[in-house]
């Protein structure tokens, strides 16, 4: 699976959009790119997937460029809660999660 | 729906004693996961099931960690004998369908293990 490469660390201000940057410019076509974050003593949470196009769901949108090199997960309004470790995940099987360091995202009142 | 259940929540134990951790995933769920979460890192795969049959344990310890998943349902993971470095936190996911369909997994709150 593709390599990824993530700031280690970033602040936002709440309720402004957070957008969280990921390089993965050894991926392959048929590889997807998943985000997960986890929060403070809880297990990974799910956030959104993509291919090829463009997602978004109730949790974020997920910003991916034409030649899929790098990607960017947007958390529309952050809020307290979001505060969380980021993780950008490249994989061809989505059971071959290999997780990375992430970005510790913080949100400020 | 219910999330994935685990339990203890927390244990501690001396080395060289024996520990079992157990794992019901969410309902309908045929696929299985265990991680284990080194302080300050990401989870590392140690083993996956689908329904009852091991799919991937190639980053598991074998001869010290054992899982199991009777039934095709509930799972537990075992380290015997413990050593310093399995402090850790064990993770248990699952998912709805077979690797490769795009479907997420969905994580438990995991079990604090500390080796004393």
């Known amino acids: 699976d593709a390599k990824t490469t993530q700031p280690p660390s970033m602040d936002c201000a709440e309720g402004r959009a957070a957008n969280l940057p990921c390089n993965h410019s050894?991926?392959?076509?048929?590889?997807?790119v998943y985000w997960y974050r986890q929060i403070h003593s809880q297990g990974p949470q799910y956030i959104i997937h993509g291919l090829k196009n463009n997602e978004t769901n109730e949790m974020a949108s997920l910003i991916i460029t034409e030649d899929r090199k790098s990607s960017t997960l947007i958390l529309p309004h952050a809020t307290l809660r979001d505060t969380a470790v980021y993780y950008c995940?490249?994989?061809?099987?989505?059971?071959?999660?290999?997780f990375g360091a992430g970005t510790t995202v913080t949100v400020r009142a | 729906e219910a999330g994935v259940a685990q339990s203890p929540r927390y244990k501690i134990i001396e080395k060289r004693q024996s520990v079992a951790f157990w794992c019901n995933p969410i309902?309908?769920?045929?696929?299985l996961y265990w991680y284990q979460q080194i302080l300050g890192q990401g989870p590392k795969l140690l083993i996956q099931f689908q329904n009852n049959g091991v799919v991937d344990d190639s980053q598991l310890p074998k001869d010290r960690f054992s899982a199991e998943r009777l039934k095709g349902v509930d799972s537990t993971l075992k380290i015997q004998p413990a050593k310093l470095e399995d402090s850790a936190v064990y993770l248990c996911?699952?998912?709805?369908?077979?690797?490769?369909?795009?479907?997420?997994?969905?994580f438990g709150d995991g079990t604090r293990l500390s080796i004393l």
């Open positions: 309902s309908g769920h045929a696929t």
């Open positions: 995940i490249v994989t061809l099987n989505d059971y071959k999660l290999s």
């Open positions: 996911a699952s998912s709805r369908s077979p690797p490769g369909k795009g479907q997420p997994q969905h």
């Open positions: 050894t991926i392959s076509g048929n590889e997807y």
